[in-house]
T-cell receptor, first 113, second 113 residues
Framework: QKEVEQNSGPLSVPEGAIASLNCTYSDRGSQSFFWYRQYSGKSPELIMFIYSNGDKEDGRFTAQLNKASQYVSLLIRDSQPSDSATYLCAVRPRGGATNKLIFGTGTLLAVQP | DAGVIQSPRHEVTEMGQEVTLRCKPISGHDYLFWYRQTMMRGLELLIYFNNNVPIDDSGMPEDRFSAKMPNASFSTLKIQPSEPRDSAVYFC???????????FGPGTRLTVL
């Protein structure tokens, strides 16, 4: 079992719809969770992070964390063609003050105009 | 700030040759990370440094890979000898302190023929 799993996609949604991206992780002791966006040929950039169970909203983005079920999701409301990218889920494992991140392989999102 | 700087941006070499990738972190950052990204395996952490000291090199695939950070503003990742399976995009990232955003460089696309 991979430490961080994502559906590779592509996930295709029409413009204006809600895109839902999911991620599961294997280490129940994982501390914090990150969503990065990566445009084709570019480097990853942080969108959001979440530490506590529940929802965290930032503009059109909402991160959801359920530690009991070991999943984290990212919702993108009012999807735009400019949101088309690969979304990487990253998990900080247990182990004190560590800066190590474990990434999933990413989900490709395609927003159709 | 110029962001994380990596060189070269593209490298094409033949199997068996030595390859050296370079990274300049953001000024003031005390953590530096080397990642490798492939379609099959996604984004993998190879090694990271704190204050120029290697903290976790468990992701370094084998003895052919080595990384150094001689000072706070420069790091190298060396592959000797290179093999076709080393073909990937290599990213360098940096951050300040623990639990903060990692900023990625533009990456080096390595092709080993």
């Amino acid at each position: 079992q991979k430490e961080v799993e994502q559906n590779s996609g592509p996930l295709s949604v029409p413009e204006g719809a809600i895109a839902s991206l999911n991620c599961t992780y294997s280490d129940r002791g994982s501390q914090s969770f990150f969503w990065y966006r990566q445009y084709s040929g570019k480097s990853p950039e942080l969108i959001m992070f979440i530490y506590s169970n529940g929802d965290k909203e930032d503009g059109r983005f909402t991160a959801q964390l359920n530690k009991a079920s070991q999943y984290v999701s990212l919702l993108i409301r009012d999807s735009q063609p400019s949101d088309s990218a690969t979304y990487l889920c990253a998990v900080r494992p247990r182990g004190g003050a560590t800066n190590k991140l474990i990434f999933g392989t990413g989900t490709l999102l395609a927003v159709q105009p | 700030d110029a962001g994380v700087i990596q060189s070269p941006r593209h490298e094409v070499t033949e199997m068996g040759q030595e390859v050296t990738l370079r990274c300049k972190p953001i000024s003031g950052h005390d953590y530096l990370f080397w990642y490798r990204q492939t379609m099959m395996r996604g984004l993998e952490l190879l090694i990271y440094f704190n204050n120029n000291v290697p903290i976790d090199d468990s992701g370094m695939p084998e003895d052919r890979f080595s990384a150094k950070m001689p000072n706070a503003s420069f790091s190298t990742l060396k592959i000797q000898p290179s093999e076709p399976r080393d073909s990937a995009v290599y990213f360098c990232a940096s951050t300040f302190g623990t639990y903060n955003e990692q900023f990625f460089g533009p990456g080096t696309r390595l092709t080993v023929l």
